[in-house]
C-alpha cells in the first residue's frame, strides 16, 4: 500500500525559507516522477513543481527562481525548498505522484506567510 506522508510546513515571515519533505512508501517512489502541489480554500489544487526519476524538474511560473524540488531515490524521499515565501505561498501543500494518482493524497502540510 502506498503512503505520502508530507512534513515540514509551519508558520514563517515573508522573505523566509521553509524545507518541506515527503517520504513515501511503496513502489510508487520507485516508478513514477513525482510532484508537490498546493491549495487553498475554494481554488483548485495547483501543480507547484515536479521531478522525474532522473531528476529533471519543472516548476510553476509564480515559484520559479524561489523554489526548488528534489529527490533522494535511497530515502524514497522528495523535498521542496521554498525561498522568499510570499503571503500567496500559504497553502497546504501535498507530495503525490506526477501526474498525480487520486489514491495517495496525503494529509499535506500547511505552510503560512504572514508577519
Known amino acids: 500500500q502506498v503512503q505520502l506522508v508530507e512534513s515540514g510546513g509551519g508558520l514563517v515571515q515573508p522573505g523566509g525559507s521553509l524545507r518541506l519533505s515527503c517520504a513515501a512508501s511503496?513502489?510508487?517512489?520507485?516508478?513514477?516522477?513525482m510532484g508537490w502541489y498546493r491549495q487553498t480554500p475554494g481554488k483548485q489544487r495547483e501543480l507547484v513543481a515536479a521531478?522525474?526519476?532522473?531528476?529533471?524538474?519543472n516548476y510553476a511560473d509564480s515559484v520559479k527562481g524561489r523554489f526548488t524540488i528534489s529527490r533522494d531515490n535511497a530515502k524514497n524521499t522528495v523535498y521542496l525548498q521554498m525561498n522568499s515565501l510570499k503571503p500567496e505561498d500559504t497553502a497546504v501543500y501535498y507530495c503525490?505522484?506526477?501526474?498525480?494518482?487520486?489514491?495517495?493524497w496525503g494529509q499535506g502540510t500547511q505552510v503560512t506567510v504572514s508577519s
Open positions: 521531478i522525474s526519476r532522473s531528476g529533471s524538474t
Open positions: 503525490n505522484a506526477y501526474p498525480y494518482l487520486n489514491d495517495y
Open positions: 511503496g513502489t510508487i517512489f520507485s516508478i513514477k516522477a
